[in-house]
């Protein structure tokens, strides 16, 4: 983890209210797909997690949903303006648990960090397949990407109004080996009772700190009490207690 | 050159900046940031005679200047605390740290200091009698000055170190419940600890966090951290930590001149993790700002005249 300033390139909404935020800045600290960053927001106390969507040697994108007084401060902040991040915190993917085939499950907003995960899985010579599951066609995003990655991507909406009608876990495909999820909470449990494989699941909790010193985010799983900040976000399927 | 040494209880401190419990885990998130060396010292994570996982999740929130936590005491009891989180800790502090307690019954209170007593690594014992989060303890002992003085007696009588008794902000006269831990042979006090507090989700309609209630920390509180320390400060002659909001070095020196002779930095460090260090780091153009040269000897200078 590092604290640093990163200059903000842009900051463009990819829907209503779901914002892509290019930053400038010391990616050193990254060293997982899945790990996020600490935002401060001048007016607020706490820092706000998010989830590193991409990064590459000049800097990193950040995708995140309006939902509060945070997210939609954020949205307000203009290209050339600086933010304060911690970054690099938490564990990630561990790209080497996962098989050649290996689903990437992405929910709603859970979906940024997933992009990030597919493309680490390719330069790792592996061939990840991509499911995305939205409420409906106005909330999709990033579906061009996925695709112009050259993987399989298959796309869902509850209400049918783009792709595949229904959840994530009606289009699961036959033939994989493991999968790597990141969404709500009841789409995770869905994924974990659906899945057939072994996987990696990325949970959200709000939190103080984000490094690990606050105890604010802990949970309980069967390798004893983690913090999803530090020990977190990503667990294995196998240590989750439903 | 400035002096920024104090003394807490025959213990001299490079400096007053001690992490507050809570805020700082038992080193090592920080560790990894910065030699914690530097610090005056430290109050690890409140500890219990057994283990605990703490309250369920949402535990935090958000307020105005501040922050809202109810954790409630997660920890993994105190034998685990010596057996393992000690030996860690060696590795990366090199001075005496401070052990904070927390219990649930007056003989749990004991049970535990007495264990902590036999550590070396340990300067001085922080008695939690007020932490507002959990049921049945912490707190119910710091509301009521004979219930304080009896946990300072019990601990007092299996230790050999310094007890300092971390005292609630929750109460009427805080200046009642110190002088009753000082007249049980408290050898110092700590205060305040967080303010109950509560947040409503708009859209649930319901308490933001698990527990419904929390305590309150963050600059929010400084102004009641700065009287209360100044009320106790006329209240007792044993020395006071003072805590509650502490972000920079002017409010250290704030917190002092109340008649704090060291201060704990809480919430700060969460924020910020290069908080206490930076605290630190600029004490002295502080100090020589406002033309002090040895800063133990402002401590209660609020009070003179």
Redesign the interface.
Known sequence: ?K?GLYRIESNRPLTADVWELRLAGDTSPITAPGQFVNV?IDG????RPISVCDWDGDGLTLIYKVVG??TAALARMAPGGELDL?CGLGNGFDVSKCTQRTLVIGGGVGTPPMYGLAKALLRAGKTPAAVLGFNTRDEIFYETEFRALGIETTVTTVDGSAGIKGFVTGALPEDYGYYCACGPEPMLKAVYRAARTSGLLSFE?????G??????????TRYG?KRIC?DGPVLEKEEIIW | MVDTRVTLSGITLDNPVIPASGTFGYGHEFAELYDINCLGAFSFKGTTRAPRFGNPTPRIAEAPAGMLNAVGLQNPGVEKVISEELPKLREVFRKPVMANVSGFSVEEYAETCALLDKEEQVGWLEVNISCPNVHGGGMSFGADPSAAAEVTKAVKAVTRKPVFMKLSPNVTDIAAIAKACEDAGADGVSLINTLLAMRIDLKRRKPLLANRTGGLSGPAVFPVAVRMVYQVYEAVSIPIIGMGGVSSAEDVIELMLAGASAVEVGAANLTDPFAARDIIKDLPRVMEQYGIDTLSEIIGGAHNG
Do not use: I
């Open positions: 983890m604290q401060r607020l106390y706490l820092r007084r945070g911690l909790e709000r939190m103080g700190c490094f690990g010193a606050c105890m604010g985010c802990s949970c309980e009490n530090r």
